[in-house]
């Protein structure tokens, strides 16, 4: 029986953290060659460690999302090393600390911006053409529930997200005719390290957070990989300029509320 991602590659961007390791090391298990990059070259590397360890092919490439030369210099990496490429996942994220728009400074903004925004755009601009010589693929944005709600005190983050899911529907229509799908993916708040900083503990941050979901917890990082490989795989080749909630609920009991 062929795997679904059989003959794929897939370059994941953000891939030396939880949420894209996870969907990195899914993916190779499911059949394709990945490239990981990551600012964190070392993160990167353990990951397609892990990857290589269990027998698939992965790639590591240290780079900054925020710097189109880079950009372009992963997307070089993975062909040379693959021979093409079909798969796109953008997880590279940045996180502002908590502020007010009139607190907010303003690098602060602009490097949510730079990372959650302009990253993206870049490494689907420079993605486009060596997709289409492969055939088409699947371009999968990680976006945010908070990129569809408003959110206090943290604006640079709801408002990149926000715009990355217009960007994607947006790539979608440019590139349907070139057969590029092109979807978002929001999680909702995901059991990482980084969102268990802002807690504490899981104990905690489900006891916080879960009542706000109507699943009555946070998320797990394999959730997320399970949502990208519908995207990435053919069981979703008629959905495009989608966004894929994995919210537990969140928005739903938000509504609920309103």
């Known amino acids: 029986m062929s795997l679904p991602l059989q003959g794929r590659i ?19 298990r499911e059949g394709a060659r990945i490239c990981i990059g990551d600012i964190n070259h070392a993160a990167a590397e353990q990951c397609a460690a892990l990857i290589r360890a269990d027998g698939g092919e992965a790639i590591a490439f240290g780079f900054d999302v925020s710097d189109a030369q880079s950009c372009q210099d992963v997307i070089a990496h993975t062909l040379a090393h693959f021979g093409g ?5 953008n997880v590279a994220a940045a996180v502002t600390p908590d502020a007010t728009i009139e607190d907010m400074p303003l690098h602060e903004w602009q490097r949510a911006l730079d990372v959650n925004l302009t990253g993206p755009f870049m490494m689907c601009k420079y993605a486009i053409a060596p997709m289409r010589a492969s055939g088409g693929g699947s371009i ?8 569809q709600i408003g959110v206090p005190l943290r604006a640079p983050y709801s408002t990149s997200k926000a715009a990355l899911i217009r960007l994607t529907t947006c790539l979608a229509c440019d ?3 070139d057969n590029i799908r092109a979807n978002t993916l929001s999680p909702g708040a995901i059991d990482t390290a980084r969102s268990l900083r802002r807690w504490g503990s899981r104990e905690i941050a489900n006891a916080k957070r879960g009542p ?47």
């Open 140 to 147: 999968i944005n990680i976006a945010s529930q908070l990129g």
């Open 85 to 89: 490429l079909t798969t796109l996942v």
């Open 175 to 177: 590139h349907a005719k």
């Open 10 to 28: 897939a370059l994941i961007t953000g891939g030396g953290g939880e949420i894209g390791g996870a969907i990195a090391q899914r993916f190779a």
């Open 212 to 258: 706000a979901y109507l699943l009555g917890r946070t998320g797990r990082v394999d959730e997320i990989a399970a949502g990208a490989l519908f995207l990435a795989s053919d069981e979703s080749s008629f959905m495009t300029g989608a966004d894929l909630l994995i919210d537990g609920g969140f928005l739903a009991f938000k509504s609920s509320k309103s």
